[in-house]
């Protein structure tokens, strides 16, 4: 683990395995942190943002940052390598993940120097007032399995840019990208402590969530841990920010480009294998169009490739680790005994060892069953029926999730028309599941708290300060703030 400049064991002398889901072998024994552990890397976070990063201009950390854009760019492979071998997903996906990512870095470096506070116009002559976005201090940011390092530059590189320093525990299934991505980050010539790595289970994460160090908890991962999460914080009204999971309606109109969007419903569902927050898991079809749709998805859906995630052909890799298959297979079964129609897959691949689904489609369902209302993570989409605009947004809103959504129709005015009323994050016309650095990111009710990417994330990392200048001497009456 990587705490002040220093790469150390666990104080306990613990490590735990890690293993390979394609194979199901363990390839790596990991440090098993723990609390005294994220105790010194806070202590080394808080010394690095009260001494040298703290010291640095705004302009000095966005060169660092853009030279740890260009480190990421020339190992993209390596961490792609890296945390397929950890997370079982295809390495063409990780790839294109690694290789975006130091977009991040370099868009934050150029904010740096250019989110400012402003000046406020005063209706007294006599007072001069600005506000300053000051750095909150020490993050605590607690990351998923499914795309640990590009999840952890959406928290690094606003935090950076904000003037923060960060302590990060990614998850006890994917702990290595993060370990080789923190060699980088010590190459690009950082001082020692403005990040640290501690990485461990759910112990870690409690304790860094309850750390009083903390100023800030940046986390992804399920909407149960995170409700945990915001728990531990709240006893030192740590900030915090959550990004959680969802389960986003893809609506299809009967006026859309049919190809167009089938392709988006695919896309949306059976993307890496149905293992993101923002996975499109809730087909919203018409009805006049419902048989045309599901013939043309079904179809491409039975020949999607499953196999070695390290293979450019595959199309979808398996599930990460045996709970999450276990889990899968376990809402499949429910929903069968439950009566719903299985217009693809619903099964374990009997072509593969290892956790791989078929690409699942299921109709005949209704909107209050499991399959429908919970969060998957999985390649199982969820089908339901509207014949209007305003059944297809009940629809669409009927869940406690609220994280993104697509819309499909030929029609701009309607596309706005329902985009403005879905309650989304994130709402995709005629797309589905783009992400930047630009573009704030995160969710309505229970998907989250708070936005990543964009200004929305580097306000996040900061505390605003108002500050009053009197500018003439003046004796004011001591009993009147106005
Ligand atoms: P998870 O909630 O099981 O674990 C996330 C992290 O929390 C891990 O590092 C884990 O060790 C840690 N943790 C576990 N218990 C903890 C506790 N009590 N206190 C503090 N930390 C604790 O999630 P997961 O299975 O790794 O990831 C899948 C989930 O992440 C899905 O729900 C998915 O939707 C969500 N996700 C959300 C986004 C987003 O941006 N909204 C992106 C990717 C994944």
């Known amino acids: 683990m990587l705490i002040g400049g220093d790469w150390v064991s666990a104080q306990s002398g613990k490590v735990f395995p890690s293993e390979n889901p394609y194979v199901g072998k363990v390839w790596a024994n990991v440090p098993d942190g723990g609390a005294e552990d994220i105790d010194a890397a806070v202590v080394a976070a808080r010394s690095a943002f009260e001494g040298e990063w703290g010291a640095l201009s705004a302009q000095a950390r966005g060169k660092l940052m853009l030279r740890l854009g260009d480190l990421i760019a020339e190992n993209a492979e390596e961490i792609a390598r890296v945390e397929s071998t950890d997370n079982g997903k295809l390495y063409k996906e990780m790839l294109a993940q690694a290789q975006y990512l130091p977009e991040w870095l370099y868009y934050f470096a150029g904010v740096a120097d250019k989110f400012g506070g402003e000046v406020i116009p005063s209706e007294r002559a006599n007072f001069h007032i600005y506000t300053r976005h000051e750095p909150i201090g020490v993050i ?37 990208s993060t370990l080789r991505f923190a060699q980088l980050f010590e190459e690009a010539g950082f001082p020692p402590g403005v990040f640290n790595v501690v990485t461990g289970g759910r112990d870690a994460g409690e304790a860094l969530s309850k750390h009083p160090g903390i100023n800030k908890i940046a986390f992804t991962g399920s909407d149960v841990t995170g409700k945990r999460v915001m728990q531990a914080a709240a006893e ?12 986003s309606p893809n609506i299809v109109f009967e006026d859309a480009d049919m190809e ?3 392709n988006g419903v695919i896309a949306g569902i059976f993307g890496a294998t149905g293992q993101t927050c923002m996975a499109g898991s809730r ?11 599901l013939e043309k998805v079904a179809a491409r859906a039975k020949t999607i490739k499953l196999g070695d995630p390290m293979d450019m052909a595959t199309e979808m890799g398996p599930m990460a680790t045996r709970p999450q298959f276990e889990k899968v297979m376990g809402i499949i079964d429910r929903a069968k005994s439950g009566g719903a129609r ?5 099964r374990a691949s009997p072509d593969h060892d290892g956790f791989f689904i078929e690409a699942t489609i299921v109709d005949d369902i209704t909107a209050d069953m499991e399959i429908a209302k919970d969060e998957i993570f999985g390649p199982v989409l969820s089908v339901l029926t509207f014949d209007t605009e305003e059944e297809a947004i009940q629809l669409a809103n009927d869940t406690r999730f609220g994280l993104a959504a697509g819309i499909w129709t030929q029609s701009g005015q309607r596309g706005t028309r329902v985009a403005h009323k879905v309650r989304a994050g994130t709402v995709w016309i005629n797309a589905y599941r783009v992400v930047a650095p630009n573009v704030p990111f995160g969710g309505f009710g229970h998907s989250g708290i708070g936005r990543e990417n964009g200004f929305d994330a580097i306000r996040g990392y900061t ?20």
């Open 283 to 293: 087909l919203l079809v018409q009805s006049s169009i419902k048989e045309e749709l």
């Open 463 to 482: 505390e605003t300060k108002a500050v009053w200048v009197e500018l003439t001497g003046a004796t004011r009456d001591p009993f009147n703030i106005g």
């Open 236 to 247: 030192n009204f740590t900030r915090v920010t959550l990004e959680l999971g969802g389960k």
């Open 342 to 346: 299985f217009v693809s897959g619903g």
């Open 140 to 176: 605590g940011a607690i990351t998923p399995w499914n795309s640990p390092v590009l999840l952890l530059g959406f928290k690094l590189a606003p935090a950076l840019a904000a003037g923060c320093t960060m302590v990060v525990k990614p998850s006890e299934h994917t702990p290595a």
């Open 260 to 262: 167009a969007a089938a």
